[in-house]
């Protein structure tokens, strides 16, 4: 169980490092988009063709950054479903030891009054 839950909160980290890359790329192209903008207007070719290239890439970035978004939930809700499973296992164990215990305690019992 702590294996799972080690190799899971690694899965976890690395998701939300990713996502962080994907979101300063994004500002990273937001800027750059900007800067592009408020340039002189005698490119204005080669800017749109940039702009329109930057506007996809941005588009390819969302998309990424939703997937990967996506992927931390499903890891986490498989976590949390991990967690729970190996703590009602751990109660379940709890019992069968305490009646194997009060078993035990019976046949003591019994063997002293033969």
């Known amino acids: 169980v702590h294996g799972a839950n080690t190799f899971l909160q690694t899965q ?16 990273s ?6 800067q592009g903008d408020s340039g002189s207007s005698h490119h204005e070719g080669s ?13 390819r970035l969302r998309d990424k950054i939703e997937k990967l978004q996506e992927e931390l939930k499903e890891k986490m809700n498989a ?6 499973n190996a703590l009602k296992t751990a109660n379940d164990l709890a019992v069968v030891k305490d009646q194997k ?3 035990e ?6 063997k002293s009054n033969c």
């Open 12 to 27: 976890v980290d690395t998701l939300q490092s990713q996502v962080e890359d994907l979101r300063r790329d994004n500002a």
């Open 29 to 34: 192209i937001q800027l750059r988009l900007e």
């Open 47 to 59: 800017s749109t063709t940039t702009t329109n290239a930057a506007l996809k890439h941005e588009a």
């Open 79 to 84: 976590h949390q479903q991990s967690t729970a």
């Open 101 to 103: 215990l009060a078993l």
């Open 105 to 110: 305690n019976d046949m003591a019992k019994l």
